[in-house]
């Protein structure tokens, strides 16, 4: 959905009770389906007349301002978190590192009150057949599986039908939804893959987590685009659904948005463009623009960062600095790059609600305490300990988790480097 068309439909459908500041500054931020990935750049359309009639109270909403104590509390949990001997090393393999992973995020979840399972035990034949020379367990068996395991988490998968038209689906005319018997009978391998990367996705986090987040619905569609992974729909009523590609679409698009679920439930859908205590942890806006995003040039996704100080030979030079004077410059170096990186990603440059969703699925996937205390971007950082206190408002619990049981340590990762 186009946020530009979101925003003139909403003021078009509601007659206004009270004047509204101009939507300038949501605008020029959108794309063209919130939370898609798309190549091409949004065309600002700016407008700066008031509206006088009311904006559905659903979307008149913004991000609520988190105290600064709760932000306090909440880096209290990751600094407790990260004195204790929770943080795990050691592990000869793979295989040994992702057991004793599975054990503390169990042990982690039961002291909580929190529900976990086990999906890689449970779907251990599924694993096997899909990476196997020739997979020889069915797609309708992936599917049954599938909408068996999700359904524990409160999700289904929808598809069009005969009963169900895609008006009621809410699709988007530029996509298409798929029935279920058409994606059966093809019986291909992108399918299966999409259905267990699904399953990994959501079988990593807590029951609660998931629920949280508003997630309820994923629809398998045809995006048309190929660049197009996935999406939601900013002005749908029930805000629980997330459109994934059946071929290029995977549950790491599925996390990033359902974080974008989980923004719009916080923020409303024109709330969480403008998100004024989140910006205010931006850098300064480029000279002549009129926000951040507009021009970011000079600042850095943590992935273009970390090419960067690779492509310079940096990591490995302060390695095998031979003084202290050598090592202190390369660590400067290090550090300016370091201290450019605005968002977790390339993508999370494109505006604030991608910024958000593209540090939000690192924040609830497995990288999160190395994103919340162990980053070297000053801004990164902050971001990341600002969205964890929305979250620690609503169930400290679940932060208490996500700082406790996921992956981000230095040991932890020096196990798969090692591989």
């Not at 996704?301 to 390695?319: H, P, R, S, V």
Request: net charge negative; aromatic share 10%; proline share 4%.
């Amino acid at each position: 959905m186009n946020y530009e068309k979101f925003l003139k439909d909403s003021s078009d459908k509601y007659p206004f009770s009270r004047k509204v500041a101009t939507l300038a500054i949501a605008v020029p931020l959108a794309l063209n389906l919130s939370g898609c990935t798309t190549a091409e750049t949004p065309k600002p359309t700016i407008s700066s007349t008031p509206y006088d009639t009311d904006i559905d109270p659903r979307y008149d909403k913004e991000c609520a301002i988190v105290p600064d104590e709760v932000i306090d509390e909440t880096e209290d949990v990751y600094a407790e978190t990260w004195s204790k001997s929770e943080i795990m090393g050691g592990s000869d393999s793979v295989d040994d590192y992702l057991k004793a992973q599975k054990e503390k995020k169990k042990s982690v979840a039961n002291e909580l009150g929190l529900t976990v399972y086990d999906y890689r035990s449970e779907m251990a034949d599924l694993s096997v057949d899909l990476y196997a020379d020739t997979s020889v367990i069915s797609a309708e068996t992936y599917f049954e599986h599938s909408e068996e395991f999700l359904s524990r988490y409160g999700v289904s998968i929808v598809f069009s039908s005969a009963e169900v038209s895609n008006t009621e689906l809410a699709v988007p005319t530029s996509s298409k939804p798929y029935s279920y018997e058409s994606l059966v009978s093809e019986n291909s391998l992108e399918t299966k893959r999409v259905l267990y990367s699904l399953i990994s996705s959501v079988g990593d986090l807590p029951v609660e987590l998931v629920q949280a987040m508003g997630l309820q619905r994923i629809i398998l569609t045809d995006t048309v685009s190929s660049d197009v992974a996935g999406f939601v729909v900013p002005d749908q009523l029930e805000n629980n659904t997330v459109y994934i590609d059946y071929k290029t679409g995977s549950g790491t698009v599925l996390v990033h948005e359902m974080f974008h679920l989980w923004d719009h439930q916080q923020c409303g859908p024109i709330g969480a463009m403008r998100d004024e205590q989140y910006d205010e942890i931006n850098p300064p806006p480029a000279e002549g623009k009129f926000n951040f995003y507009a021009d970011t040039q000079g600042y850095y996704g943590d992935d273009e960062a970390f090419k960067l100080k690779n492509d310079q030979g940096l990591m490995t030079d302060i390695q095998f600095a031979s003084t202290e004077a050598e090592k202190a410059e390369i660590q400067s170096k290090i550090d300016e790059i370091d201290s450019r990186v605005a968002a977790a990603n390339e993508y999370g440059l494109t505006n604030i609600v991608e910024d958000k969703a593209s540090l939000g699925q690192d924040l609830i996937g497995n990288w999160n305490r190395w994103t919340v205390e162990s980053s070297e971007s000053p801004i990164l950082q902050e971001k990341a300990v600002l969205l964890m206190a929305r979250l620690y408002e609503q169930s400290p619990e679940l932060v208490e988790y996500l700082a406790r049981a996921g992956q981000g340590s230095i040991q932890d990762t020096n196990v798969f480097a090692e591989q």
